[in-house]
């Protein structure tokens, strides 16, 4: 449904990388283009940033990656899983709260176009940045440098 009208990336988790190639025959057989793959455990080559900066929005299940995706403002939804051992966060922090949840049953193509069109959680995804992570600016290897100087023995 979604490759009809956009290019799909897939990056499985990195325990899940082996599956690609089965994956990628099965969507062969099924005709199924548009559809691409990001290898996590090819770090080299398949770079976690990247495929943020290719994207348009990020389709993800309950994962860290969420948080990670905030630093580049683009919207996400939320594939609803059955795992129920989530942990609770503050409103304020909770990712839930501040992206459009896929049940399964919902249109993904009209969500996606909804999204990419109003882009609904913008400012919460700014506030979110900025409560989640500490420093946003882009200096973060300035202060590793500065710290492991301001410890090493002279």
Same mark, same amino acid.
Request: hydrophobic share 35%; aromatic share 14%; proline share 7%.
């Given at each position: 449904e979604i490759t009809k009208e956009f290019n799909l990336i897939v990056r499985p988790h990195y325990h899940d990388a082996k599956r690609i190639p089965k994956v990628k025959i099965w969507a062969k057989l099924h005709g199924? =283009?548009?559809?691409?793959f990001s290898n996590p455990s090819k770090l080299l080559t398949n770079d976690t940033m990247q495929d943020f900066m290719a994207s348009d929005i990020l389709i993800s299940d309950t994962s860290s990656v969420l948080y990670e995706y905030l630093i580049t403002g683009k919207p996400i939804i939320i594939a609803k899983t059955n795992c129920d051992e989530l942990h609770t966060m503050? +409103? +304020?922090m909770n990712i839930m709260k501040h992206a459009n949840i896929y049940e399964g049953s919902q249109n993904i193509v009209k969500m996606i176009k909804n999204n990419l069109l109003s882009k609904p959680y913008t400012n919460d995804y700014k =506030?979110?940045?900025?409560?989640?992570?500490y420093f946003n600016d882009g200096k973060s290897t300035e202060r590793a440098v500065s710290f492991i100087k301001s410890i090493s023995v002279k």
């Open positions: 199924i =283009k548009n559809l691409y503050p +409103d +304020d =506030k979110m940045l900025n409560s989640c992570f």
